[in-house]
């Protein structure tokens, strides 16, 4: 910039001379070209300057925009050292309460229905374990897989409610709210995937609509022992390197697991030993009493035989209900192996049964009689014969598809139970959970402004190793929130960044409310309003910790 600034009163002098030698116009001309060019040069020299110095504005301004996260970092990571009072001080969520996401007025409701296995039966931890078995053993006597496959045992760790099954690639998932692969829930039998590894077969982590075809759900309370099952195998499949087909893993599993249903396996197995499989629920039986001393109708719907039910209701409700009367009692209309999710779409004609005989009616069913119980049938007949439309009826159920799905949109108002529901807020209501998922937005927040703040092209050392250290705490903190779940999966309702999952996009979508037992409505009247919250979000019993609560210790 000097040598170029020296130049200029030799341009000067140059022009001069013309002007003296050459005539008064002559001169003339030439000073005016000579004066354009100087003119010209040191406007040139002005927009030069002129961009350094923004160039080194915006270093500068840059520089202190790394310099002021990388101080709230730093103030962050002190304030990390302790949980915050005012984040002890929030209020806790209540694991039996009621959740609402699309209100009802139960004032409005006159029939109560309701499924059966996981919803009025409550199960034990070990019914997991006895399907898992009855499974394996079916796919090695009947299926002729090797022997070997008798020595596998359950996990109860490894499985959550909610993942996919990708038939094509033998992949079990857990996917997000939009349904994005999460980084963390990829397994290929046992083994997790990484993100690179997910990336080589999937090309990206969101599956789009043509690829969701290939992926079947795993949402009902009995998938947990199918899906322990399918990694398990795969993963022998894999270690004895034998050449398979992912997509015959899973009918085989899935043919195995409804052979042990239908077949009454399970059923007997349960029965046989009622105290290790069943809980039992005196609140139960205080909650139908409770809605039939109202005036309200109760019908029992479920796929399963009638002499499973009976034999479990009366082990459920024995303590509480006496020797003079029956479970039956209390049912305006109960329906056994209705066959749902066809239930809802067939045409199928009810038929009495004969409860001594174990044996079908011919007579045609064109009323409910109290104490009679009744086999397969359809909704279209049901509605016809009770007279029981849409909007008055509130059907109880576990499965999102089976129970849920069709009845919402028939107009049925729909509660989902979820028996998770209980042990995850109280997880998300502990104070280290909250830390965690307050760390990881404040983390979060100082990300974002770094990626805005800086261009790619302008990316300084200091900046690549303020990245480098948000990344890796964040990291930590999603971590430790997705291990305080389950260490494969983490959460059911959440992914690992604290953000809903595609199970709770199901329940979002299917069910008027959700709660973890139907028993829990006891603490509500059967005239409350359920509102759905005013700041609703997309799951209302999800606490979102603000970073706020840092800020001011």
């Given at each position: ?37 100087i ?50 001080a ?8 009621i ?10 409701i ?67 709210f ?20 997910i990336e ?8 789009g ?22 990694a ?47 809980v039992?629920?005196?609140q139960?039986?205080?909650f ?50 209705a066959?749902?999710p ?8 009810f ?14 069913v ?6 009679k ?7 279209n ?34 509660a ?5 529901l ?24 100082l990300?974002?402004?770094?990626h ?27 971590c ?7 260490r494969?999966?983490?959460?059911t309702f ?11 996009y ?32 997309i ?15």
């Open positions: 910039m000097a040598s170029f600034r020296r130049l200029l009163p030799l341009c000067c002098s140059i022009n001069r001379t013309i002007f003296s030698s050459s005539g008064v116009h002559e001169g003339l001309g030439a000073n005016i070209r000579g004066y354009s060019r003119a010209s040069s040191e406007q040139t020299v002005s927009k030069f300057e002129e961009g350094i110095k923004r160039a080194e504005a915006d270093n500068l301004v840059v520089n202190d925009d790394i310099d002021t996260i990388r101080r709230e970092f730093d103030a962050a990571k002190r304030s990390f050292l302790k949980i915050p009072e005012a984040l002890k929030m209020p806790k969520t209540n694991p039996e309460g959740y609402v996401i699309k209100g009802i007025r139960l004032d409005l006159q029939v109560y229905g309701f499924d059966y296995d996981f919803t009025l039966a409550h199960y034990s931890a070990n019914l997991q374990s006895l399907i898992y078995d009855l499974a394996k053993e079916h796919m090695v006597n009947e299926f002729r897989y090797p022997e070997v496959c008798l020595s596998f045992k359950y996990d109860p760790s490894f499985p959550i409610r909610g993942l996919y099954y990708d038939k094509q690639n033998g992949c079990l998932l857990k996917l997000d939009f349904r994005s692969i999460e980084p963390d829930g990829c397994f290929y039998g046992r083994r997790q995937l990484s993100e690179k590894e080589e077969i999937y090309g990206t982590r969101h599956i609509r043509y690829r969701a075809r290939e992926l079947v759900g795993l949402m009902d309370f009995f998938c947990f022992s199918e899906a322990c099952l399918i398990d195998i795969v993963q022998y499949f894999v270690d004895a390197k034998l050449e398979f087909d992912t997509c015959y893993i899973y009918e085989d599993v899935t043919r195995a697991i409804q052979h042990v249903h239908r077949s009454g396996l399970v059923h007997r197995g349960i029965l046989s030993d009622p105290h290790r499989y069943l039992k629920n005196g139960l039986l205080h139908l009493r409770m809605l039939k001393e109202r005036g309200k109708k109760l019908f029992l719907l479920t796929n399963s035989p009638y002499y499973f039910v009976d034999g479990g209701m009366q082990f459920m409700l024995e303590d509480s209900m006496g020797d003079s009367h029956s479970w039956r009692e209390l049912f305006d209309v109960v329906i056994a192996k066959n749902k066809e239930f809802y779409t067939s045409e199928h004609p038929r009495c049964y004969d409860t001594e005989n174990d044996t079908l009616a011919f007579t045609k064109d009323k409910f009689l109290q104490n119980i009744y086999y397969h049938g359809c909704l007949s049901f509605l016809q014969i009770t007279g029981w439309n849409g909007p008055e009826v509130m059907y109880f159920g576990d499965h999102l598809f089976s129970d849920l799905r069709v009845p919402s949109k028939a107009g049925w108002r729909t989902a139970i979820i028996h998770e209980e042990s995850e807020i109280h997880i998300q209501n502990e104070d280290s959970y909250r830390f965690e998922q307050a760390k990881f937005h404040i983390l979060q927040e990300l974002g402004r770094l805005a703040t800086v261009a790619s092209s302008k990316r300084s050392e200091a900046y690549k190793l303020l990245m480098d250290e948000l990344n890796e705490e964040r990291q930590k903190a999603r430790m929130m997705k291990r305080m779940f389950n494969s999966f983490g959460a959440l992914n690992d960044k604290g953000q809903e999952s595609a199970f709770a199901h329940i979002h979508r299917y069910a008027d409310v959700y709660t973890s037992k139907p028993e829990n409505f006891l603490f509500y009247s059967p005239e409350t309003w359920l509102h759905a919250p005013f700041d609703i979000k799951m209302p019993h999800h606490v979102k910790v603000s970073s706020s609560l840092f800020k001011n210790q």
